[in-house]
């Protein structure tokens, strides 16, 4: 049998893939592997956009997490300097074993197979794709962080940084909130504290890795977590370290029968280590450009294009901006002085936001030296 399209990897941006081909074409088969059986943990913040439902619900798929219970307050710190404001539209913090199994049962009722498997060749030709004895006329690789595909296709490894998470009990003054606390290692580094609402948080922290400099280990990264946050580790357990590939200036996905999605293509944001939100969308839109049929490939440039490009341009650059301490501390000071400067920066952090007039106005003003 040929598959019209096989995916690799069912987390977020796998089943968003079947997801969206499925909505455009329900009679496409397709096929979903992974090498884990579901519900499976992933090392994550588990901190969702609402952004992420808006998309999901264009597919169909809705109350997916209505009976967890959402957040507004954020709060962000750098040693003296802060801001604590309720933002826009609440997040949810969801673990990932529970997210991640609903919304691939979302694929399999729109008509997706679901089966484990630990994918380890890939063959690709002129007219189909080759997945160890399994055959299709498209491939997506959704297979995160430490993507084969990826490296199937002879794509260098994207820029990374490096995070560990756990679960700690909440304490009243970090209830009902998400808290993020930079450190003072080179930037972006930080700690967070993400509630989940029912009594325990997920916590952690990660840092951008440095070439050429040795990475931090496990204890490195728990000792920081306990600096920025005091208290975090104490009662914590479940501590699982992981990579996150961040995107960079551009995103270009090449044409072909083999699409990236999530991160396999490199996705995650640079300034806040997000990255459900890109995983969701690049699935919907590469499942869209195979079930539209011609030239997925481009099809999938395009759309990727449309939603992702400036956006991409302006995190790259407000990362690299956000490296100096006078510039994160300006944009925190901008964000406490002003509700819709806060919203700005929420959204460029968590979706797909750019730089707006009024958070460049606000970081000006704010970014004298004393
Ligand atoms: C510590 C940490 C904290 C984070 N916090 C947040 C946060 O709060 N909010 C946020 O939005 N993002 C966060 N991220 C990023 C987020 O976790 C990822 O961007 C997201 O999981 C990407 O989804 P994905 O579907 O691309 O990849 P994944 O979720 O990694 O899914 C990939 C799937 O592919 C499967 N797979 C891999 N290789 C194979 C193979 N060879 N064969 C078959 N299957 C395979 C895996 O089993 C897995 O199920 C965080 C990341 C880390 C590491």
């Given at each position: 049998m040929v598959w019209d399209l096989i995916v690799v990897g069912a987390g977020p941006a796998g089943a968003a893939t079947a997801l969206g081909a499925l909505a455009a074409a329900p009679k496409l088969s397709v096929l979903l592997l992974d090498r884990h059986d579901f519900p499976r943990d992933k090392a994550c913040g588990d901190g969702i956009a609402p952004h992420v439902f808006d998309l999901l619900s264009a597919v169909g798929?809705?109350?997916?997490?209505?009976d967890w219970t959402p957040v507004r307050r954020f709060v962000l710190t750098h040693g003296p300097v802060g801001v604590d404001r309720l933002m826009a539209r609440p997040n949810w913090v969801v673990p990932r074993a529970v997210f991640d199994q609903r919304l691939v049962q979302a694929a399999q009722a729109a008509g997706a197979q679901l089966v484990r498997r630990r994918v380890r060749n890939l063959d690709v030709t002129a007219d189909s794709v080759t997945v160890d004895d399994l055959h299709a006329r498209y491939l997506v690789?959704?297979?995160?962080?430490?993507s084969l595909v990826r490296r199937a296709l002879g794509l260098p490894p994207a820029a990374a940084a490096l995070a560990i998470r756990g679960y700690a009990p909440t304490p009243a003054a970090r209830a009902a909130s998400q808290v993020i606390a930079y450190g003072?290692?080179?930037?972006p580094s930080y700690a967070w504290s993400f509630d989940r609402?029912?009594?325990w948080s997920n916590v952690g922290y990660g840092e951008r890795l440095v070439a050429g400099r040795p990475h931090p280990t496990r204890t490195d990264l728990l000792a920081q977590l306990e600096a920025l946050l005091?208290?975090?580790?104490?009662?914590?357990?479940?501590w699982w370290g992981h990579h996150l590939p961040l995107a960079g200036w551009s995103y270009r996905p090449r044409p072909g029968r083999v699409l990236l999605a999530g991160d396999a293509a490199g996705?995650?944001?640079?300034?806040?280590?997000?990255g459900i939100y890109y995983a969701i969308a690049t699935g919907l839109l590469a499942g869209r450009a195979i079930a539209e049929g011609h030239d997925a490939g481009s099809r999938y440039r395009q759309l990727t294009h449309r939603l992702l490009a400036r956006h991409f341009r302006h995190t790259a650059l407000t990362a690299r901006l956000t490296e100096s301490r006078h510039v994160l501390d300006a944009g925190i000071r901008a964000a406490a002085a002003d509700q819709r400067t806060f919203d700005d920066l929420v959204e460029l952090g968590l979706a797909d936001g750019l730089i707006t007039g009024r958070l460049l106005r606000g970081l000006l003003a704010r970014a004298a030296p004393g």
């Open positions: 798929v809705t109350g997916l997490v209505d690789g959704a297979d995160g962080a430490h003072g290692g080179r930037q609402g029912d009594g005091p208290g975090a580790t104490t009662d914590g357990g479940d996705l995650i944001n640079p300034m806040t280590g997000e």
